[in-house]
Nanobody, 122 residues
Framework: QVQLVESGGDLVQAGGSLRLSCAAS????????MGWFRQAPGKEREFVAA????????YYADSVKGRFTVSRVNAKNSVYLQMNSLKLEDTAVYHC???????????????WGQGTQVSVSS
């Protein structure tokens, strides 16, 4: 089992940057692929970014490619999402997730955090 806690969400102006963190408790963090998803009000939860167990592979949604960077530090049981050039449409609750294999579907992940709010203003 792994428990996930996100942090770093905030209110930021369009064009600004934020760095989200996800801290994992439990053993064998490095055995999990990690993903970031987001959910805006009234919308489905959507894939944002993912990273494989040792960081060799990363995936990004087209909407964030070139602006967001996912990374991890296994020694700190943590995964990060650096978000630059934020847009109004990036406003959402951001969740990190852990699973046995990297993927872009929610079905790849079986452990979820509660989320952190990111709000982008004009």
């Amino acid at each position: 089992q792994v428990q996930l806690v996100e942090s770093g969400g905030d209110l930021v102006q369009a064009g600004g940057s934020l760095r989200l963190s996800c801290a994992a408790s439990g053993r064998s963090f490095s055995s999990y692929a990690m993903g970031w998803f987001r959910q805006a009000p009234g919308k489905e939860r959507e894939f944002v970014a993912a990273i494989s167990q040792y960081g060799a592979s990363t995936y990004y949604a087209d909407s964030v490619k070139g602006r967001f960077t996912v990374s991890r530090v296994n020694a700190k049981n943590s995964v990060y999402l650096q978000m630059n050039s934020l847009k109004l449409e990036d406003t959402a609750v951001y969740h990190c997730a852990a699973g046995p294999a990297i993927g872009t579907s929610r079905l790849h992940y079986n452990h979820w955090g509660q989320g952190t709010q990111v709000s982008v203003s004009s």
